[in-house]
């Protein structure tokens, strides 16, 4: 995974019908005709289902699905079957540490049904599924801590079942055309054919993040509403609408407030109004606030941000454009020379009474916090100054393309953003201060070029206050460009209030301190999460956890490791019952589970 990884599909409107056939000028001619005749809704049943019968055999005779073959050096992102019931994990190496509290972890990524990732070709040319798409699944791992204080772990693993998962599942067979990157007439073919088939674009991918609000699970991608998800069996249940008030998409990332608990989110869209927000109240039953932020544009933002007082947003130069695919070009393009600016507003404001601030051109997918600091809003971040998404222009190989682009950072000389165009891919933890008073932006690199870094995480009681220390996933390089799919070979512990001292090889004088835990060769890491030490008082009293997975042996593990002897061994090493395929986000989610392991998992000794 390189920078931020969330397959876009263009959202028309929410919750729709699964047939749309009866929508627009179609539904105007309908309802002065059809609709007055006594057998109308059984007319209407017919027309519908001989529509859909012709639409899918006009597919079956044009389109030809496709295998988007991987590589032996991309064997760990081929899909795995689900277990959809937990088993019991025994083999750990080391102990889960005193203060550890009780809960379950958990990483989401992509799974593709029916054995992989799906191109199709035709008369219209081709047209397939970005590298970051593929269904939804939920890897789970859940640790009890019985009486005695012996601890049962138990892993499990299951495929969000949206309702375009169980519509394709349920015809056995690729149902939706790819409609995100390839030649522009077959992508625009697929918009329309999957819209009149489906009432959609593409699927409910809800691939790229989970999150818990008021006691409730979520797993999002930006194509579509939350889905809910029962924490214990890992089943979908309902959308998340918030009652009916928000019909638009999720970020991957909302953000709860400091302080009320409220959450923060944003929606896109390809059609006006381009991106919206929304303020859901603490206990998830109500939109407090909604608004349309009025951009010129749809950029594919992946984040939003908050403080005590502020919302905050970034607007850039990856953008979806339904006018330039119809033109002829990409649906999602990245300019890196287009403009770049970030929004500040207050909690409940309204679009005029955001404060807008230049910054220089970059595409950030994941941030690291933001908070206030007297005059200034302060954002850090994992910044590049190129996007990965939606890769090369049509006709190039994807193999080379990102192979080029993940080679080894060289030294640069001067300026650090000095990068060759190759290297513009590379995020790195980026600082930018916005002054609320004079308008004015400081910006500055936080490390060096050494590594390239993404997926960060802090403390969630910080979220929007200012913090001390951020962690995140360090990008081996060499098995990124050997692969073509970018890989994390280590962790990172960066320390703000700290500065380096120059004297290891992997520090920068005058940048941000950071401290590593680098894994051993051919040996990554996905989904890492921070676990607070119950009673911790320091910022940093807890654990990073994190799927990790042995390329040479085949074998996953969950390791836990101190983040206050960040460097030192993992405190235990927990091997998985299968293997877990690289993915995208992971939280750690506490809770009492020991009387449900017992239901879970009914071994009578090894839990009290």
Same mark, same amino acid.
């Given at each position: 995974?390189?920078? @931020?990884?969330?397959?876009?599909?263009?959202?028309?409107?929410?919750?729709?019908?699964?047939?749309?056939?009866?929508?627009?000028?179609?539904?105007?001619?309908?309802?002065?005709?059809?609709?007055?005749?006594?057998?109308?809704?059984?007319?209407?049943?017919?027309?519908?289902?001989?529509?859909?019968?012709?639409?899918?055999?006009?597919?079956?005779?044009?389109?030809?699905?496709?295998?988007?073959?991987?590589?032996?050096?991309?064997?760990?992102?081929?899909?795995?079957?689900?277990?959809?019931?937990?088993?019991?994990?025994?083999?750990?190496?080391? $102990?889960?540490?005193?203060?550890?509290? $009780?809960?379950?972890?958990?990483?989401?990524?992509?799974?593709?049904?029916?054995?992989?990732? %799906?191109?199709?070709?035709?008369?219209?040319?081709?047209? @397939?599924?970005?590298?970051?798409?593929?269904?939804?699944?939920?890897?789970?791992?859940?640790?009890?801590?019985?009486?005695?204080?012996?601890? +049962?772990?138990?892993?499990?693993?299951?495929?969000?079942?949206?309702?375009?998962?169980?519509?394709?599942?349920?015809?056995?067979?690729?149902?939706?055309?790819?409609?995100?990157?390839?030649?522009?007439?077959?992508?625009?073919?697929?918009?329309?054919?999957?819209?009149?088939?489906?009432?959609?674009?593409?699927?409910?991918?809800? *691939?790229?993040?989970?999150?818990?609000?008021?006691?409730?699970?979520?797993?999002?991608? $930006?194509?579509?509403?939350?889905?809910?998800?029962?924490?214990?069996?890992? %089943?979908?249940?309902?959308?998340?609408?918030? *009652?009916?008030?928000?019909?638009?998409?999720?970020?991957?990332?909302?953000?709860?407030?400091?302080?009320?608990?409220?959450?923060?989110?944003?929606?896109?869209?390809?059609?006006?109004?381009?991106?919206?927000?929304?303020?859901?109240?603490?206990?998830?039953?109500? =939109?407090?606030?909604?608004?349309?932020?009025?951009?010129?544009?749809?950029?594919?933002?992946?984040?939003? =941000?908050?403080?005590?007082?502020?919302?905050?947003? =970034?607007?850039?130069?990856?953008?979806?454009?339904?006018?330039?695919?119809?033109?002829?070009?990409?649906?999602?393009?990245?300019?890196?020379?287009?403009?770049?600016?970030?929004?500040?507003?207050?909690?409940?404001?309204?679009?005029?009474?955001?404060?807008?601030?230049?910054?220089?051109?970059?595409?950030?997918?994941?941030?690291?916090?933001?908070?206030?600091?007297?005059?200034?809003?302060?954002?850090?971040?994992?910044?590049?100054?190129?996007?990965?998404?939606?890769?090369?222009?049509?006709?190039?190989?994807?193999?080379?393309?990102?192979?080029?682009?993940?080679?080894?950072?060289?030294?640069?000389?001067? @300026?650090?953003?000095?990068?060759?165009?190759?290297?513009?891919?590379?995020?790195?933890?980026?600082?930018?201060?916005?002054?609320?008073?004079?308008?004015?932006? %400081?910006?500055?690199?936080?490390?060096?070029?050494?590594?390239?870094?993404?997926?960060?995480?802090?403390?969630?009681?910080?979220?929007?206050?200012?913090?001390?220390?951020?962690?995140?996933?360090?990008?081996?390089?060499?098995?990124?460009?050997?692969?073509?799919?970018?890989?994390?070979?280590?962790?990172?512990? =960066?320390?703000?209030?700290?500065?380096?001292?120059?004297?290891?090889?992997?520090?920068?004088?005058?940048?941000?301190?950071?401290?590593?835990?680098?894994?051993?060769?051919?040996?990554?890491?996905?989904?890492?999460?921070?676990?607070?030490?119950?009673?911790?008082?320091?910022?940093?009293?807890?654990?990073?956890?994190?799927?990790?997975?042995?390329?040479?042996?085949?074998?996953?593990?969950?390791?836990?490791?101190?983040?206050?002897?960040?460097?030192?061994?993992?405190?235990?090493?927990?091997?998985?019952?299968?293997?877990?395929?690289?993915?995208?986000?992971?939280?750690?989610?506490?809770?009492?589970?020991? $009387?449900?392991?017992?239901?879970?998992?009914? +071994?009578?000794?090894?839990?009290?």
């Amino acid at each position: 995974m390189a920078a @931020s990884f969330v397959a876009f599909q263009v959202h028309c409107s929410a919750q729709k019908p699964p047939i749309s056939l009866n929508s627009g000028h179609f539904k105007t001619f309908l309802s002065s005709t059809i609709f007055k005749l006594p057998l109308r809704i059984n007319v209407l049943k017919a027309i519908k289902k001989t529509s859909v019968k012709l639409v899918d055999a006009f597919v079956d005779s044009v389109f030809e699905f496709i295998d988007q073959p991987l590589l032996p050096s991309q064997s760990n992102f081929a899909p795995i079957d689900e277990l959809k019931e937990a088993v019991l994990v025994t083999s750990i190496d080391g $102990e889960i540490p005193d203060g550890f509290p $009780e809960g379950v972890y958990l990483r989401i990524g992509p799974n593709p049904l029916f054995g992989g990732l %799906k191109s199709t070709k035709s008369v219209f040319g081709r047209s @397939s599924h970005m590298w970051v798409e593929g269904e939804g699944m939920v890897h789970a791992l859940y640790l009890g801590k019985g009486v005695e204080g012996n601890w +049962t772990v138990c892993y499990n693993n299951r495929h969000v079942e949206t309702e375009t998962f169980k519509l394709e599942k349920q015809r056995n067979k690729p149902s939706f055309l790819p409609a995100a990157e390839g030649d522009s007439p077959a992508i625009v073919c697929a918009y329309l054919l999957n819209m009149l088939r489906f009432g959609q674009v593409n699927k409910y991918l809800s *691939n790229t993040n989970v999150i818990e609000h008021s006691g409730k699970l979520y797993t999002i991608a $930006e194509n579509h509403l939350p889905q809910e998800i029962d924490i214990l069996t890992l %089943k979908a249940l309902d959308m998340w609408d918030v *009652n009916g008030a928000w019909n638009l998409p999720f970020t991957s990332h909302p953000k709860k407030a400091p302080g009320t608990g409220e959450l923060v989110t944003f929606g896109i869209s390809a059609t006006k109004p381009y991106a919206e927000l929304g303020v859901i109240s603490a206990d998830g039953k109500e =939109l407090v606030h909604r608004v349309d932020l009025k951009l010129n544009r749809c950029p594919l933002s992946h984040e939003i =941000l908050v403080t005590q007082r502020y919302n905050v947003f =970034l607007d850039y130069a990856l953008t979806v454009d339904l006018g330039r695919l119809l033109l002829g070009g990409s649906l999602i393009k990245y300019d890196k020379e287009g403009y770049a600016r970030m929004g500040v507003m207050h909690r409940y404001g309204d679009a005029d009474s955001i404060q807008w601030f230049e910054v220089k051109p970059n595409c950030t997918f994941h941030f690291i916090n933001s908070f206030e600091d007297g005059d200034e809003v302060v954002i850090r971040g994992c910044r590049a100054l190129e996007s990965v998404i939606p890769g090369p222009d049509q006709g190039m190989n994807k193999f080379e393309w990102f192979s080029r682009k993940f080679r080894p950072i060289e030294s640069t000389e001067g @300026s650090l953003d000095a990068m060759s165009e190759d290297q513009l891919v590379f995020p790195r933890p980026y600082e930018w201060r916005l002054n609320m008073r004079t308008g004015h932006v %400081k910006e500055r690199n936080l490390a060096g070029t050494q590594f390239s870094m993404d997926f960060p995480v802090i403390n969630g009681a910080y979220t929007g206050l200012k913090n001390k220390y951020g962690y995140a996933q360090v990008r081996d390089c060499i098995a990124s460009s050997s692969s073509g799919m970018a890989k994390y070979g280590g962790l990172v512990k =960066l320390s703000f209030e700290e500065p380096n001292t120059g004297i290891s090889s992997r520090q920068v004088e005058g940048l941000t301190k950071g401290e590593y835990h680098m894994f051993k060769e051919n040996t990554f890491c996905t989904g890492a999460a921070f676990v607070p030490k119950e009673g911790g008082v320091e910022e940093d009293d807890g654990w990073i956890i994190t799927f990790v997975h042995n390329e040479d042996t085949n074998i996953s593990q969950v390791y836990i490791i101190d983040t206050r002897n960040f460097s030192g061994e993992p405190v235990a090493k927990i091997t998985l019952p299968c293997r877990v395929p690289y993915g995208f986000h992971g939280a750690y989610i506490p809770m009492q589970l020991h $009387e449900n392991l017992t239901r879970m998992v009914p +071994t009578p000794d090894s839990i009290d």
